[in-house]
Structures are given as C-alpha cells and as structure tokens.
C-alpha cells in the first residue's frame, strides 16, 4: 500500500547548487532521493515547498513523497516515520542534511501547494570585523545600520503588492503579486556591533524577493534611501529601480504552516 | 614606543588543532601570529587567556601582546586598535578566525593572570535524529535529558572542590581545587527535542574539566546516575570515577572579565 510522507528537513545550504535536482552537481533533493533509493531501491521524486537556493539554509523545510515499503523483517508491517527518517538519514551522513521528521499524510497533503504561510529568517552581523563562527550563516555588514528607520521601511512591503522590482529577473512565477503578512526586525547586542534578524512572513514568496527586499533595506539602514525611496522602488514596478540581492548566506528557511 | 594590545578573538574550532601553537599543523595561535607578522614583519609571541582544544570555538577568546608599530604612511603615528585587528583580519582571512576588538593596555595587563571569571557553554541538540546546522557547534544526543534533575546535580559541582575526577590525566595544573561560581541550564524547545545550552562561570577550570561535567550530568540526566551518584564521584577524587568526556563540538569559550 502506497503512503504519502510528509518530511521536514533541515540542511545546511553551503554545500548545495540549491534544493532543486540537476545533473552532475549535489543538490538537497538530488541528495534525499539517492538516499531514498539506497534504502528502499525505488526512485522516488519528493515535491518541495519552496525550492531554495544554493547557499540558503533550511531549518524546517518541508516535502511529501509517495511510498509503498514494508519492512522485510517479521512479516510485512509497513514502515513508520521514526524509522523512515532513521533510514534515509543513514544514507544521507555525513552531509550536512537531516531529515528531522516524518509523518504520514492524507493522499491530498500537496508540500507546495497547500503551504499556507512560510517563515524566512534574514541574518545580518553588523560589526566592524569580519565573521568566523558565522561565515557562510549570516551576511557581514561594516557599515553601521540603523534598525528603526529599517523597521519604519519595512512597512512599505507589508500587505498585497506588486514586487516586480523585487523579484529576479529569471523568476518563473506566473503574477508578481505577492502577500507579506508581517516583518519583524529582531535586533541583539554584540561585541562592537549588532546582530540584526529579519523576519518574513508570508504565503508564498517570488525568486530572490526576500533577498532583494533585504538589501534594499540595508541602503535606509545606512542612510542612502529613504523610506520613501523604498515606497518609490516597490511603485516602479522595475527591477531596476530596487537595491541589491543580498547574499544567499544570511537566508533560512524557517517554518511552514499547512493549518 | 611598545604597547601591550589586548585582542579578543573569534573562531570555529573544527579547522584547528586547538589554540597553542604546533609545529606543521594549523592552530589559532599559529595563523594569528603569522598574519601579525605578514603585516609587520616582526616576531611576536602572543599570550592567551585559556587555551582551547582542538574542535572548541570561541566567541570572545582574550589575548595579549606587546609591539612596537608605527603607520609608514604620513609619518610616524602609532597605530589604533581598529587598524591593527583590521590589519591583522586581512592576513587571517578567508580563515574563520576573526580579531573583534583591539584595546591598549597597562603593561600590567595579563591575559591568562588577570582572569577574574571565564564564561564556558556547551550545547546539546537532543532530538533523536541527526545534526545538519549544527554540526561541528553541537553535541547530538538522541536519548531524551531530563534537565530537572541535571540541573540539581549540576549544584554538586557548585563551589571550591577538588576537581580530580573531571581533570583530564593530562592536565598540567598544578593544584585540583577549582571553584565553580555557578552551572546556568538553558533549554530551547525544537522540533522532536530539545537544545539544552549550559553555562559555566569561574575564574578557571581544569583540561576536559567542562566537557567531564557535561558528559557526568547526562548520565544524569539519562537517569542511568542519580544526584548522589555524581557526589560519590566528585568526592572519589580519582578521573575513573568520572562520566565520559562529551565531545569539543559543542563547547565555546564566551567571555572573560578581567574587573
């Protein structure tokens, strides 16, 4: 009997030319499928929430699969989904992806399409000097930033809106309006510096949208643009008109909720 | 002229053989020592707060060193904290070791004599299935902890006491008796687990003595030792009556207060 699994994975995205499978290169999903099939010897295809790039970080995404496996041993009980994550993750360590949950779902349980609000978080370590524990996990700034007039900025993105501006160039999204539920800018004291979390909230977001909205927020936190520059750029409805993707390095995704 | 520089140092352990310098093999001292003189051209030994084991990060390791370094540009100005780690930093790069600050001091001032507290942490991800962002920065232990009745052994250890058990058989320090000031447990809720982050304070501690506490309280908290069990031991006064040395992964070295 085929169940469908919903997985929750969480990865570290350094070492990935993103989530999505491609040839000849590792990937997260090309990963999880080939440890998939060491263990069961079937080619499965896992559909994902919302494919990441390479470099963006993961600690809860999701992706379903279709399965039928029953364990050899004692007659043919079927798996459940502590030793199904136990049997893929053997076969996925030592990469730096885990598989940290498994359930099973109804038939109708779609990873992408029934996603109702996703979390991304946004790392910025705003000091001086440059980064050691921190490299490839958050985005170095020098430059002072200033959180409130962030904070201020960050309203013009809340809501329903057009983000043409604020979305790749190569973004195969069929509209570019997109909902951002909230954004909260989290702030904590370092040694000569300051750590700066972003928060998005939203349903679904465009190609580079979060990175594009963040690098535009760093040119209000330094003093370059105002908020009305930001209003301005989301108006021009011109990718051109907006700031610049920040780095893959500060990206995670969060949590995604299906309820 | 010379001045003493105080130097507070970042860096992820796992590419290092431990701080002290060795001959043909990386350390954090080796590599610091060799960008000062990449940048200066001169011989300086540096002097350090607490020497780490090889696979333990540091979030603010202290250092000091004496040094007689005058800008060539412009004259004869001495250099200022800020030029000198930035100086420094761009020889370490793309190292993940990091000079976060750089202060003149007294000539009196001692890096490793003039520790009044050391702040250690150690991080458990307790969860049963394996590390992705965190490995390397954590101990993955798949066996739920009972952090109650960690917390009241930890109390065991509280205060000056004979440390022989948790001292490594290799330890150099001449007397046993350390005093720690006090054991902080923090637990964070994660998916399937829980991330149990300890804190310890104290003018010093003995080789392995933190990571033999850590290791001693989850036998505790496995429940396969009670509170009293790790009385005996710590009274025993012997390094066989000793729970297991917990991994360098998830043992940082956060602060040091000279005042």
Sequence with gaps: MTKRWKITIEYDGRSYAGFQKQPDIATVQGEIERAIKAFCQQDIRITVAGRTDSGVHAQAQIAHFDLDYRHADGGARLINGFDLAKAINAHLMPQPISIIDAQEVDDDFHARFGAKEKQYTYRIINRPYGLALDQGRAWWRKTHLDVETMQEAAKVFIGRHDF????????????????VDDIQIEVKEILNGQEII?????????H???RNMVGTLTLVGEGKWSVDDV?????????????????ADGLYLVSINYT
């Design 164 to 179: 043409t501006t604020f979305r790749d160039a190569e973004c195969q999204a069929k509209s570019p309006i997109r909902t």
């Design 198 to 206: 972003f928060h998005f909230f939203g349903m679904s977001f465009l």
């Design 208 to 210: 580079h949208q979060v």
């Design 231 to 247: 209003q301005k750029a989301l108006d021009a409805k011109d990718r051109k008109a907006g700031g610049p993707t920040a780095p």
